[in-house]
Each structure stands twice: as C-alpha cells, then as structure tokens.
C-alpha cells in the first residue's frame, strides 16, 4: 500500500526499523549496530533504543538493548484476532495426531516466511530445530520447502522483482545460492505444485510443502510437514505424506 507523502509519520517508520533490527542472528544490539542494521545514525538508533526501552518493549544493561516480553504483544494480538490462523489451527492438529509428524502453516513476509501457526508433534520425541519452529518464527525463504511454493506462486514480474540484487545465503552445502538454479527450481515448484526441501536450511532436516488458495485461485500461505532425522527418499515422501497435504489443502480452501 502507497500512501501521501504528508500522511506518512517518518519517525514512527524509524522506531519501526529499529525495532527489526533484532533478529535471531542479533538478540542484543547496542547503538552502533541498530544504527547500522536500521540504516540511522548513531544518535538516531540511541534516541529510538531509549525511548523503546521506556515504553517498555526493549530491556537494557546500560550499553546493550534486547527486547522484553511486550513487543509478544503485538504476535499475540494477532494469532487471536486473524482468521488465518485460527483457520488452519484444527487441521494441523488433525495431520500431526494422524502422522505423528510436525505442521506448520507459514505466509511470505519479505525475504523470510513466518510461521503462523503450528501443530505439535503427537506421540512423537521432540526435536528443537537450530531456528526454532516456534510461531512467529522467521526462516529465509531460498532454503526452505515453504519459502520456494510461495515464491512459485508470484508473477514473473514479481518473482523479478524480489530477486534483483538479492543475496542467496548458503545455511548447508545444499543451500541454492545462484539465482538461476534458484528460478529452476522454483519453475519445477510452479508446475508440481509441491516442494521437498532436504537439508537446505539446517542438516538433518527434510521438508515438503504446498500451497493454500482461497477460493479465488489466490495463494495466501503455504502448508508444510518438517522431519527431522535422516532423509526420506522423495518417492516415499510423495507416497505416504503428499496426499494428505494436498488433501488438507484442498479441506481448508473454502476458509482462506
């Protein structure tokens, strides 16, 4: 959305790039590397820090600034209020108490996705993966099942747009890092209609995705199973677990 020029409230934009500027690779920030991470000067990223801090969404030992339990305000708020969530929630627990195996739904913010909501894993050991699979959770689209539906979905002008200039981090040996072998997988994507990711974000990791269109066509988030241990062959994971993804995509279609 584009607004006019007298409508935007720039330092409201600034208190907001401050606040991104912690992610899971940088939990604690002093001024010199907010000011650096938000694109502001130092004296800018200290006033903002301080007055975030005052507010009661960041925490601060004098020189380094983390964030506090309040900014869950805000993820909180809206996983009780947004239908997608709520939505999907049944038919995660559903897949997770039928397979024993882990679902998540995700929507693409940028370059992450982020998970919306979840399922356990029911009767199975739990596995803390490096990144968390946690809600709210944010994971780089390239290297994850999710990442590569959602981006198969965009237009051509779309898909263009949101890889010009982009770095492609390599997280494994099998990360895609060229933006070529990049399209082409996201081309295969577009036409399976699915994706499995093995070890493309964190070793040891396998996962399969598909997307979740409302009844216009339109794809709003992606549906995926993650498995952790050794990796399936593909033909298997196409067997026993692709139909029911498709099938609970195809369940929840008439509530996106």
């Not at 607004?3 to 600034?14: L, N, R, T, Y």
């Not at 907010?34 to 801090?53: Q, S, V």
């Not at 894993?121 to 994850?144: D, K, N, Q």
Request: proline share 5%; charged share 20%.
């Amino acid at each position: 959305m584009t607004i006019a020029k007298p409508d935007f409230i720039e330092g409201i934009a600034k208190g907001m790039a401050v606040l991104e500027s912690f992610d899971t690779e940088r939990q604690r920030l002093n001024a010199t590397l907010a000011a650096a991470r938000a694109g502001l000067t130092r004296a800018a990223a200290r006033r903002h820090l301080l007055t975030l801090t005052h507010l009661g969404y960041l925490e601060t030992d004098g020189s380094y600034f983390w964030m506090s339990p309040k900014v869950l305000r805000f993820s909180g708020s809206y996983l009780a209020s947004s239908r997608l969530p709520r939505a999907l929630q049944p038919t995660l627990n559903r897949l997770a108490a039928q397979t024993h195996e882990s679902f998540s739904a995700v929507v693409l913010d940028g370059e992450e996705v982020v998970i919306i909501a979840r399922s356990g894993s029911y009767g199975a050991p739990t596995r803390t993966l490096a990144y968390g699979l946690h809600l709210g959770a944010r994971l780089p689209v390239h290297a994850t099942s999710t990442g590569c539906v959602l981006l198969a979905s965009m237009s051509a002008a779309s898909l263009n747009a949101w890889l010009k200039g982009r770095m492609l981090p390599r997280l494994t040996p099998h990360t895609l890092t060229q933006a070529k072998a990049l399209r082409q997988r996201i081309a295969q994507v577009r036409a399976d209609d699915f994706c499995i990711a093995t070890e493309e974000h964190e070793l040891g990791v396998q996962a399969m995705a598909v997307p979740l269109r409302n009844m216009q066509g339109h794809t709003v988030a992606a549906l995926n199973v993650v498995l952790p241990g050794g990796p399936r062959s593909e033909a298997q994971l196409q067997h026993e677990l692709l139909p029911l993804l498709f099938d609970a995509a195809r369940e929840v279609r008439a509530m996106l």
